[in-house]
């Protein structure tokens, strides 16, 4: 039983076009989080959502459109998307809100824009 | 601000010791340590609250100095499994629930 589950694992897609990453958790955590990480393991916060609120959005261009319908679910919307955005994405949560409990992260989705 | 991992890359052989060290500019809250396998999401290992705390967790152990800003994790007599990518991720002070990961430290077990 998968604890942060993350959909698509893969995505392969030209430049220019639309694509959404679900994310579900079912730890009861009230933290959810996107994380990028680049070809170099470079792994920077995006945003983070406690309770559905936006807590945390890392100056990432706003064609990266974040959802959360309800604390157990974080997607992420790419629009017009760009060579720079291929990398794996990594959805994770964590209990609590504040400061940063353990993160539990899913498995990534590996995201390729030709 | 990005914390600074130190070495980029070692290489053991098995039983061997090692030490990565993470320091950042900034007054931090808190450390976490992470390790992640080729092809794999990062696991969480330990995270460090308070000014000259360590931890252990099998033999995998990290220490946490307040005052330098700064945070060591030592690997003791290496296993094999203990290969992948350690990342410290930090916390600053007043910018709670923002962890920031260093660029990770490469390492590799050898038999």
């Known amino acids: 039983d998968t604890a942060v589950s993350q959909t698509p694992k893969y995505l392969v897609t030209q430049m220019g076009n639309d694509k959404s990453i679900k994310c579900e958790q079912n730890l009861g955590h009230d933290t959810m989080y996107w994380y990028k990480q680049d070809s170099k393991k470079f792994l920077k916060i995006m945003f983070s959502y406690n309770n559905k609120e936006l807590i945390i959005n890392e100056t990432v261009p706003n064609r990266f459109s974040p959802k959360s319908p309800d604390k157990a679910h974080l997607n992420l919307h790419i629009n017009s998307l760009e060579l720079g955005d291929s990398a794996v994405y990594f959805c994770a949560s964590s209990r609590g809100q504040g400061n940063t409990g353990e993160l539990f992260f899913g498995e990534g989705s590996r995201l390729t824009v030709l | 601000q990005q914390p600074v991992q130190s070495p980029q890359a070692v290489i053991l052989r098995e039983g061997e010791d090692a030490v990565i060290n993470c320091s950042s500019s900034k007054a931090l809250y808190s450390v976490h340590w992470y390790r992640q396998k080729h092809g794999e999401a990062p696991v969480f290992l330990m995270i460090?609250?308070?000014?000259?705390e360590q931890k252990g967790h099998d033999k995998i152990s990290a220490s946490f100095n307040e005052k330098k800003q700064q945070s060591s994790l030592y690997l003791t007599a290496s296993q094999l499994s203990y290969s992948g990518t350690y990342f410290c991720?930090?916390?600053?002070?007043?910018?709670?629930?923002?962890?920031?990961f260093g660029q990770g430290t490469e390492l590799s077990v050898k038999p």
């Open positions: 991720g930090t916390e600053n002070i007043g910018q709670g629930g923002k962890l920031i």
């Open positions: 460090l609250l308070k000014g000259g």
